[in-house]
Structures are given as structure tokens and as C-alpha cells.
């Protein structure tokens, strides 16, 4: 069993800084890469960043470059999202997600293990 749980989330005004950090536990398993997805409320899970552990690529929706930063710790199976300039479009449940087959890392059906999530909120 894999265990992933995300801490960080709260409510912060527009224009303000959020750190997200997760880390997994459990039995050990290998995994491709580790992201974040956020999804909103009448809205579909997308994936806000991602980072590929082989080489350090990392991945980003359009709507966060520039604003947010994944890092992260292979062999702590661990990641963090830094987030700044929040707007209020932001608000939304953000879950970390392991990659645990191949195929493009904005793809969630190629996660194979989910957080709980936790609750980013951004007031104008």
C-alpha cells in the first residue's frame, strides 16, 4: 500500500505565496514521475506541474508558467509545489499523483497513486 499526503493548503488572499508539499510512505515502489493536480468544482482534474525523475524535466500548464515551481526528492518520494501571484482562478482541491506508466505526464490515467488532497483557496 502507497500512501501520499499533501499539506499546505489554505486560504490566502490574490497576489499572495503557497507552498504544497507531499510525500509518499508505504511499501517502495518505482514510479516515472510525481505531479500535481488540481481540480475545481464542476471542473475536470488537470495536471498543474509535473516533474520526470529521469533527467529533471518538468511539465506545466500554461495557466501556471511563470508562477508556479515543482521540485522534488526521488528517493524521498517527495514533492512540493511552490505557488506564487495566486489568483482567485486558482481555488481549487490540488492532489498529488505518481506516474506509474508510461505516457504523457498531463495524462491522470497514467497515475497510478492519489492523494487526498488539499484545499487551495484564493480571494480576491
Known amino acids: 500500500q502507497v500512501q501520499l499526503v499533501e499539506s499546505g493548503g489554505r486560504l490566502v488572499q490574490a497576489g499572495g505565496s503557497l507552498r504544497l508539499s507531499c510525500a509518499a510512505s508505504?511499501?517502495?515502489?518505482?514510479?516515472?514521475?510525481m505531479a500535481w493536480f488540481r481540480q475545481a468544482p464542476g471542473k475536470e482534474r488537470e495536471c498543474v506541474a509535473a516533474?520526470?525523475?529521469?533527467?529533471?524535466?518538468?511539465y506545466y500548464a500554461d495557466s501556471v508558467k511563470g508562477r508556479f515551481t515543482i521540485s522534488g526528492n526521488n528517493a524521498k518520494n517527495s514533492v512540493f509545489l511552490q505557488m506564487n501571484s495566486l489568483k482567485p482562478e486558482d481555488t481549487a482541491t490540488y492532489y498529488c499523483?505518481?506516474?506509474?506508466?508510461?505516457?504523457?505526464?498531463?495524462?491522470?490515467?497514467?497515475?497510478?497513486?492519489w492523494g487526498q488532497g488539499t484545499q487551495v483557496t484564493v480571494s480576491s
Open positions: 499523483a505518481v506516474q506509474t506508466s508510461n505516457g504523457l505526464v498531463y495524462r491522470p490515467i497514467t497515475y497510478g497513486y
Open positions: 508505504g511499501r517502495t515502489f518505482s514510479s516515472v514521475a
Open positions: 516533474l520526470i525523475w529521469n533527467g529533471g524535466s518538468t
